[in-house]
């Protein structure tokens, strides 16, 4: 259930440059049944084309394979493919509500303890921004429906975006400095900026508790040399803002 309190991993600190490839996702066929994995791919066509799906036939027929990292892997992977990241999607109003539900026991099955279980949830997140349904009161987003799902408490999914999104893109900057260029204060800088912004699109998520927060800030800073006395200034300024972002992290 959503409402199970999560015990959080210990987290693990990771170089600027460490990044996951994104060549090995892959799920395998080969441990789904081939008229299972074909009707995730008829059903998720259909419902991104807003046609018929029956809610009780693919809740029956999905659940089962959801409850391994294989089919919650081709999940993700056929939903990337219907669904292009960056490219907002209107759905009516029922397949809206099917997904919602799909995507619903996919986290509640989820597992991000390496780095595909990553990835997966990576591309759920990113795609929770660009599918939507138009009501009465005006749009809603997929990520309305799943943002306080206890699995985004999990501090190896920040981590690991946080690398790719943010320490990637400074290590690409500095890529164009000397070699005897001193990166220390800027980096700093840099990292302060970008943990405020990051912290703003993580704190919704799973209602992220303030202690999960500022470890997530004391694990990130530490791994940028920040002293003690550094990173508590930088999460005085977090802890004094409320967040309510609901963008993903700015590159900067």
Known sequence: SSDTPLSLPAPIRRQA???????TFFYDSQTIR??????????MKKIADSEPVSQNEALDTLKPIFRSEYGRRAFAAILQN?????KQTELAEKQFKLLVALLTHVLNDFSCSNGAGYISLKILLESSYDITWVGEKGRNFMRDYIMNHVIWQDLFFWEQYWQQKVAKAFSEYLRNKPDDYDTTAEEKIYISKALKDFVATMAPWGKMPTETLQLFVENIAKSH?????????????????SYTHLTLPTIY
Do not use: R
């Open 17 to 23: 440059t460490q990044e996951l490839d994104q060549n």
């Open 34 to 43: 081939p008229e299972v994995l074909e009707y995730l791919k008829i059903s």
């Open 82 to 86: 219907v669904f292009p990241a960056g």
């Open 225 to 241: 040399n920040f002293t003690e006395e550094e990173t508590e200034l930088v999460w005085e300024s977090i802890s004094t803002v």
